[in-house]
């Protein structure tokens, strides 16, 4: 897929990315469920670039079901003042909060019951660093039955840092263990952000087994525009790297119109 490449997104614009992605997505499966592992905002007094709060507060409201996770109780406050203030519409919406880590309650979201084979689901896996375990993407990977689309991931992969990270654990190696599932982590130390990035892409596409695998670099501004992470969109439908390709490129642009977005979306299908 080609790119521009003058065109940058930038780290305040991520939550927009994920939501615009999003209002797509709905066009088309007119229904939904939204996982968010670390949800907690990482900067409370900035609303505009919390991806849970841009997400259940868009229109039109077509998901239906919500989980957020998050580990320290404090923060995990934002998401139970976030679900508190949510208005009563019809059909009615589902919003947990789990309070804890996401590599275990992972398992609750996913015996929820809420989401079946049928259910369209899109997991946002914004870690710090190295938070999210293999294991729990494995878990989303192959929670739906062969046949069916799997959960989608949208995956923070910190390129931009991850040398140093990966280099400082010399005592808690199980972290990166984890993390990365295997005991060669160590060799990810030397790749830069290009090589990283497709080290990745590959496990999600023949470990994972996703059809649909690509990378959209993150830049930031106040460091003379340079990359600092990258966000992994793994999806099996066709359509889906298109959505995120219009939303990262569109990013700076108005939204469109619902009835725009009906007529061209609308008669698509998810199954
Ligand atoms: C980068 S921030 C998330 C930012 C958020 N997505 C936003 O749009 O602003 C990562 C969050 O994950 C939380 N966290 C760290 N480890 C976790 C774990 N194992 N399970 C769940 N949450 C975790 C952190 O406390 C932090 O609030």
């Known amino acids: 897929m080609r790119r521009n490449a003058e065109h940058k997104v930038w780290t305040e614009n991520k939550a927009q990315l994920i939501a615009r992605y999003l209002r797509y997505f709905v066009f088309i499966t007119k229904h939904g469920a939204y996982i968010d592992g670390f949800a907690a905002p990482k900067e409370p007094d ?3 670039s919390w991806a849970a709060s841009l997400v259940v507060d868009s229109e039109p409201k077509f ?14 406050k934002y998401l139970e003042e976030l679900k508190a203030r949510q208005p009563e519409i019809r059909p009615k919406r589902h919003i947990s909060v789990h309070i804890g880590d996401f590599n275990t309650e992972v398992e609750k979201v996913l015996a929820s019951g809420f989401i079946t084979d049928k259910t369209a689901t899109f997991c946002l896996l914004d870690q710090f660093a190295c938070e999210c375990e293999w294991k729990t993407l494995v878990r989303l990977a192959t929670h739906k039955n062969s046949g069916s689309n799997k959960i989608e991931l949208f995956y923070f992969l910190g390129v931009g840092w991850l040398n140093r990270t990966l280099q400082a654990f010399t005592r808690n190696d199980h972290i990166p263990e984890a993390w990365w599932g295997r005991s060669d982590w160590r060799e990810l130390a030397k790749l830069g952000p290009t090589k990283l990035s497709m080290r990745f892409e590959d496990r999600f596409r023949t470990d994972l087994g996703y059809r649909h695998v690509y990378s959209y670099p993150i830049f930031e501004r106040e460091q003379g525009g340079r ?25 700076m642009k108005p939204l469109e119109p619902e009835e725009q977005l009906e007529m061209e979306l609308g008669q698509l299908d998810w199954n």
Do not use: N, V
């Not at 998901?63 to 995990?76: G, S």
């Not at 099996?236 to 990013?251: C, S, T, V, W």
């Open 227 to 251: 990359q600092m992470f990258t966000m992994i969109h793994a999806s099996d439908h066709q359509e889906a790297p298109k959505l995120m390709q219009r939303a990262y490129r569109g990013i």
């Open 46 to 48: 900035k609303p505009d």
């Open 63 to 76: 998901l239906r079901q919500f989980f957020w996770c998050e580990l320290d109780p404090e923060r995990a």
